[in-house]
């Protein structure tokens, strides 16, 4: 079978990173994205990366917005992410995450640099900032309506499913799942979070993304290896530079 592709993983310090990476291997991952986001997960990104990931994220997400902070040193990596809006937890942060989203996707587009990008309770000004700046990349672990999922696709933009699709509640999740052409989804565990059912209350890692994989590929009524080999071809795609 077509190896998959997890495009969203964290690593955190203290990892066993060589034990992960064989445990995905094992279970037909084949190609990660080591996802950073703060100083922090951005040095475990690029360890993963030289411990055997494809591909590796760099950025300061909302949660970095009122923080002082290096400047950020894309020139490694194969994106800038991950960046984003989350207004769930930080409303009162508003300003500062659309200033500092601002600012990223200015970084990433001088970098030359697709994004990965997070955005919860954010809709309208996720828009309204992909409107002013122009940007290419994936919406990462999307949460949104089918009507959101849409305005994001007019944008050009690339949409990831992660294993909340497999959660009981999570019906619009699995609506906007059929609305993405084939030609645009993308799949990720967001691990170590957001393990999908059945590995759900455990602790996330690459291995599991077979599971939402099967899912999608049921929900989708897709031959998980064609579904696999799309998303896989897809993830090269995203993470090409110039393409």
């Known amino acids: 079978m077509t190896e998959l592709y997890d495009t969203h993983a964290h690593f955190e310090p203290g990892d066993d990173i060589a034990a992960i990476l064989e445990r995905a291997r094992s279970a037909g991952v084949g190609r990660i994205m080591a996802v950073g986001g703060s100083p922090e997960l951005n040095a475990s990104a690029l360890k993963a990366r030289a411990a055997g990931c494809a591909a590796v994220a760099v950025g300061y997400d909302r949660d970095q917005a ?6 950020l040193d894309c020139d490694g990596a194969d994106a800038v ?14 300003e500062a995450q659309l200033r500092h989203f601002a600012s990223q996707l200015e970084i990433a587009k001088d970098c030359g640099k697709p994004v990965v990008i997070h955005t919860r309770d954010a809709d309208d000004d996720t828009l309204g900032v992909l409107r002013e700046i122009p940007s290419r990349g994936v919406i990462h672990c999307f949460t949104g309506s089918p009507r959101f999922c849409r305005g994001l696709l007019d944008l050009g933009f690339m949409i990831s499913i992660s294993g909340i699709v497999t959660f009981r509640l999570a019906d619009n999740v699995r609506e906007s799942a059929l609305v993405i052409p084939d030609e645009r989804i993308l799949i990720e565990t967001d691990s170590p979070y957001l393990a999908p059912i059945p590995k759900r209350g455990s602790r996330n890692e690459p291995a599991n993304l077979a599971h939402t994989a099967k899912f999608l590929a049921d929900l989708r009524k897709t031959p998980l290896e064609e579904f696999a080999a799309l998303t896989s071809a897809n993830a090269e795609r995203m993470l090409c530079t110039g393409c």
């Open 66 to 71: 009122l923080r002082e902070l290096p400047p």
């Open 81 to 94: 992410g991950e960046i984003g809006l989350d207004y769930h937890y930080s409303p009162e942060t508003r």
